[in-house]
């Protein structure tokens, strides 16, 4: 059995994008955290840039559904919280850039 990572999660969760932007959730900082448990269990910790976003069930899913493609996965639980608030500053470099921020 293949053991699961964190880089590995966060490479798939870079296939999921905000419909209403261009830019994928890791790079628009909307990602708090990810763990991966012995068992290859993944509890993904996210939010969105607003909490009444439409789109935040259709985002989580597409999220789930990525991390699921992972050889050797038990199981994934993504998590949407909104402690802390999203804000721009969490953009990544590459976000930004590709924000033209």
Do not use: R
């Amino acid at each position: 059995m293949t053991i699961v990572t964190k880089e590995a999660v966060l490479e798939k969760l870079k296939e999921v994008y905000d419909p209403e932007i261009p830019v994928n959730v890791v790079d628009l900082g909307l990602i708090y955290g990810v763990d991966v448990k012995e068992n290859n269990e993944v509890h993904v910790k996210m939010t969105l840039t607003a909490p009444g976003c439409g789109m935040g069930p259709y985002i989580a899913q597409q999220a789930e559904w990525a991390i699921s493609e992972i050889e050797d996965l038990e199981d994934v639980t993504v998590e949407v919280v909104f402690d802390p608030p999203w804000s721009p500053d969490m953009l990544t470099e590459d976000g930004k850039a590709l924000l033209g921020i």
